[in-house]
């Protein structure tokens, strides 16, 4: 390994300790009641205080809603009582991502589903190798879903991440599937098994609202506002995912609306809505970065 390697390795692991911290804290404070605001501006801010930087919005994705819900500025929607709470993290130290999960309880009915997605996520870290097939990762997962009587959501995945990328690459279906690849040494890989009901559809598809967006392509604006808004965008977030929690006052509140809107409809930014699952069944989620050895794998988060 060369020191370039070194460095790397060094801020990869910094991500993931301060994402690691910051899960377990925001794990003693997440409760019924709570403004789902204060757990995405806590969790951000504890990213920036331990000396990292968000890799994408805190998702706060309750019940049905698999993933992708972050507060939009000023919400107001709290936690639900007996819900089902997904917090899905990421860092990044110089561009090195990590990407961590858990799911809190408040319906003891469904604690089954939060314990299928931990076991299948230890499952999966305790077989990751070089050269494991995607497919048979998979299975792995699955299989410890199934024989708990529930069922993995088939079109929510793990990925690879890479330098300023959260999704890099391979993608890593929590089912088996025909065509898969290899498992790679020294590579980075999100392992993310989400679980839900026997008699749920089991698949996600796009809900209504979107919270989460990045930069596509930088096209040009007419609005000076929306250049202005894209420039700030470009700098501090490059191609990684954001809130519209982070464009407060960068450009007058009275032309902000009209600004962020040119952009979406140039295309310059794309959205990506909540995911729902299909049959409206309960979700659970739980999600680890790890980077493969030769022996296995290191859990970075
Ligand atoms: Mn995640
Ligand atoms: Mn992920």
């Known amino acids: 390994m060369n020191s370039s390697d070194h460095q790397a390795l060094e801020k990869l692991r910094k991500s993931g300790k301060i994402l690691r911290e910051t899960r377990e804290k925001i794990r003693e404070i997440v409760q019924e009641d709570m403004l789902i605001i204060d757990v995405c501006e806590k969790a951000e801010s504890l990213i920036k205080e331990k000396g990292g930087k968000p890799a994408f919005p805190c998702n706060v994705s309750i019940n049905e809603i698999a ?33 961590t999960a858990i799911t809190v309880c408040f319906n003891p009915e469904y604690a089954i589903l939060v314990e299928a997605a931990e076991v299948a996520l230890r499952s999966a870290i305790e077989n ?32 690879q991440v890479g330098r300023y990328l959260v999704h890099a690459g391979t993608s890593l279906p929590n089912v088996a599937h025909l065509i ?12 993310e098994p989400f679980v839900t009901l026997s008699d749920a559809a089991g698949r996600v598809e796009n809900g209504e609202e979107t919270t989460i967006f990045r930069l596509s392509k930088p096209k040009p604006q007419k609005n000076p506002y929306a250049k202005q ?17 982070w464009l407060q006052n960068i450009v007058p509140n009275s032309h902000y609306k009209e600004a962020f809107k040119d952009l979406l409809s140039s295309k310059a930014l794309i959205g990506y809505p909540v995911f729902v699952e299909a049959s409206r069944k309960p979700v659970a989620q739980a999600e680890h970065t790890v980077l493969v ?5 290191e859990v970075l988060t």
Request: charged share 25%.
């Open 67 to 99: 993933a992708h819900y972050t507060s939009p500025p000023n919400d107001k929607t709290k936690i639900p009582s007996k819900s089902l709470v997904k917090v899905d993290i990421g860092a990044h130290v110089d561009g090195y991502v990590t990407d």
């Open 128 to 159: 990751i190798r070089p050269e494991l097939s995607t497919s048979k990762l998979g299975a792995t997962i699955e299989k410890t879903i199934t024989t708990r009587g529930l069922k993995p959501v088939s079109n929510l995945t793990g990925h």
């Open 180 to 191: 898969s690849s290899k498992i790679k040494l020294g590579y980075t890989y999100a392992v």
């Open 229 to 245: 808004l894209l420039q700030y965008i470009e700098e501090n977030f490059r191609t990684l995912p954001f809130a519209e929690r």
């Open 293 to 297: 050895t030769k022996e296995g794998c």
